[in-house]
């Protein structure tokens, strides 16, 4: 939740966010559209990271990676 908000805090500040406002879109469509969908994307990375993680931990080699033993 944390890494959401701050990143809606930075994104919301962005030129392009001003730029959308300043065509005359709706606050929701600009937040949903623009902003939400380029915050959202550490958010992702870091899911994608812990995901990695919680299935591969218990997967350490119990042999030789090269196969010499």
């Keep these: 939740m944390r890494l959401t908000r701050s990143g809606m ?3 919301l500040n962005a030129d392009y966010i001003r730029t959308a406002r300043a065509k005359g ?3 929701f469509h600009v937040i949903v559209k623009h902003g939400l969908r380029n915050a959202i994307i550490p958010v992702v990375a870091l ?6 993680f919680m299935l591969c931990a ?3 080699p119990t042999s030789d ?5």
Excluded: I, K
Aim: hydrophobic share 50%; proline share 5%.
């Design 25 to 27: 879109l709706s606050g």
């Design 47 to 52: 899911a994608m990271v812990e995901l990695d």
């Design 9 to 11: 805090l930075n994104v």
């Design 58 to 60: 218990g997967c350490q």
């Design 65 to 69: 990676p090269a196969g010499l033993v």
